[in-house]
């Protein structure tokens, strides 16, 4: 196994790897993340900002990122009804993120209120300034989870899904697609 180096993550042979990942912010506010940020420099473009940090220092830590110049992927994975997820959609929005995600179990109507969320907070120009790493499209990138990594299939079954993790996950993801998300 290759052993990569800070540095040699600025070689322009990483460029690939660079604008494909993320390097997670678990930590609980700015200051913690803000170190992390700064020991990865230009090595690293891409930040995932969680629910641990975005409760913490959110509001901070996704406008320091953004005049950094730094990607942001928002992994707060949220399920709510539709309304409320709307709404915390549009409340992102107003961040310059290149993606964000929910949870598919919250079903095809809070899917669908997402996607037009996120849609019509582009189309009514409510999106700060297009985002430093949003897509062509200039609006973030929507993914859903499908099922935890956490979860097994007796855990599943404890919380009252009749099929195993592998048929619920291509199941949950049909649905995503149908709904229009991004992945």
Same mark, same amino acid.
């Given at each position: 196994?290759t052993t990569?180096?800070?540095? %040699?993550?600025?070689d322009?042979? *990483?460029?690939?790897v660079? $604008?494909a990942?993320y390097?997670?912010?678990?930590v %609980?506010?700015? $200051?913690? &993340?803000? /170190?992390?940020?700064s020991?990865?420099?230009?090595a690293v473009?891409g930040y +995932?900002?969680g629910?641990? #940090?975005f409760?913490? %220092?959110?509001?901070t830590a996704l406008? $320091?990122?953004?005049?950094l110049?730094?990607?942001v992927?928002?992994d707060? +994975?949220?399920?709510? =009804?539709p309304n409320? @997820?709307a709404?915390a #959609?549009? !409340? =992102?929005? $107003?961040?310059? =993120?290149?993606?964000v995600?929910?949870?598919a179990?919250g079903?095809r +109507?809070? #899917?669908?209120?997402? /996607?037009q !969320?996120?849609?019509d907070s582009?189309a009514?120009?409510?999106r700060g300034?297009?985002?430093?790493? &949003?897509? &062509?499209t200039?609006?973030?990138l929507l993914i859903? @989870?499908t099922? #935890?990594t956490?979860l097994s299939?007796d855990?599943?079954q404890e919380i009252? *899904?009749?099929m195993?993790? +592998?048929?619920?996950?291509l199941?949950?993801?049909a649905?995503t !697609?149908d709904?229009?998300l991004?992945?």
């Open positions: 196994m990569v180096h800070r540095d %040699d993550l600025l322009s042979r *990483y460029d690939r660079r $604008q990942s390097l997670a912010l678990d %609980d506010n700015w $200051q913690q &993340a803000n /170190r992390l940020v020991l990865f420099g230009e473009d +995932k900002v629910l641990q #940090l409760h913490g %220092d959110g509001p406008e $320091q990122l953004n005049r110049g730094k990607r992927f928002l707060v +994975k949220l399920h709510d =009804i409320t @997820v709404g #959609l549009r !409340a =992102i929005c $107003q961040h310059n =993120i290149e993606m995600n929910v949870h179990s079903g +109507k809070m #899917l669908e209120a997402a /996607r !969320a996120v849609d582009v009514s120009g409510s300034d297009g985002g430093v790493g &949003a897509g &062509a200039g609006k973030p859903a @989870v099922a #935890l956490s299939d855990a599943l009252g *899904y009749r195993p993790a +592998k048929e619920l996950v199941r949950l993801a649905l !697609a709904c229009g991004d992945g």
